[in-house]
């Protein structure tokens, strides 16, 4: 079992920049992959970038350029540095851990944080 707590949302203008941040209550070396989602009103929740714990990087077309995640394993915290941001930026962002244990899976959500971008 993990806790993952989000900060670092907010309201920006287009074209500002918010770094969110996931701060877990145990260490985060030991899942597999450590990943940002996003769900904006009356839409599903979809990844928005991932980090494999050999530090491999995964991002959604739409934000390859602008956003960049990284992880800290000795602060067991991953970051969203989100750049560049549009009003299609907006949406509740979910931390999330995955491990795989044996044949199980496990998967972990924070609560979420908002963000808001204005044009």
């Known amino acids: 079992q993990v806790q993952l707590v989000e900060s670092g949302g907010g309201l920006v203008q287009a074209g500002g920049s918010l770094r969110l941040s996931c701060v877990a209550s145990?260490?985060?070396?030991?899942?597999?992959?450590m990943g940002w989602y996003r769900q904006a009103p009356g839409k599903q929740r979809e990844l928005v970038a991932e980090?494999?714990?050999?530090?491999?990087?995964n991002y959604t077309d739409s934000v390859k350029g602008r956003f960049t995640i990284s992880r800290d394993n000795a602060l067991n915290t991953v970051y969203l540095q989100m750049n560049n941001l549009k009003p299609e930026d907006t949406a509740v962002y979910y931390c999330?851990?995955?491990?795989?244990?044996?044949?199980?899976?496990?998967?972990?959500w924070g609560q979420g944080t908002q963000v808001t971008v204005s044009s």
């Open positions: 999330n851990a995955f491990a795989i244990i044996g044949v199980a899976a496990f998967r972990y």
């Open positions: 145990r260490s985060i070396s030991s899942f597999n992959r």
């Open positions: 980090v494999t714990s050999g530090d491999t990087t």
